[in-house]
């Protein structure tokens, strides 16, 4: 299974970013796509949104910023993210699941980088 993320960049605070991820090599469906974050410093990463049956899932304070958008059909996912702030520099992952319950197998990207600057 490959994850290829796209759309790092450096933007300024204030700014907009969408990052996207397509994901392959799959036999099975993907059951659920979603993105991550993890920030310098931080050593776990940070649950932003997914996406299961095409519907969205935020955690209770990002939704409003971060926007997330997904095509199961083509295996695709993004992440509109607006009114950047430099708290929000970090690497973002894109995060992949096959399978359900017990036999869900999780898979990641190789990250992308978001810079915010002041």
């Known amino acids: 299974v490959q994850l290829q993320a796209s759309g790092e960049g450096l933007v300024q605070a204030g700014g907009s970013l969408t990052l996207s991820c397509a994901a392959s090599?799959?036999?099975?469906?993907?059951?659920?796509l979603a993105w991550y974050r993890q920030a310098p410093g931080q050593q776990q990463r940070e649950f932003i949104a997914?996406?299961?049956?095409?519907?969205?899932n935020y955690p209770g304070s990002r939704k409003g910023r971060f926007s997330i958008s997904g095509d199961t059909a083509k295996n695709t996912v993004s992440l509109e993210m607006n009114s950047l702030k430099p708290e929000d520099t970090a690497v973002y992952y894109c995060?992949?699941?096959?399978?359900?319950?017990?036999?869900?197998?999780?898979?990641w990207g190789q990250g992308t980088q978001v810079t915010v600057s002041s």
């Open positions: 997914s996406i299961t049956r095409d519907v969205a």
């Open positions: 995060n992949a699941a096959v399978g359900t319950g017990p036999s869900t197998t999780w898979y």
């Open positions: 090599g799959s036999s099975l469906s993907f059951s659920v």
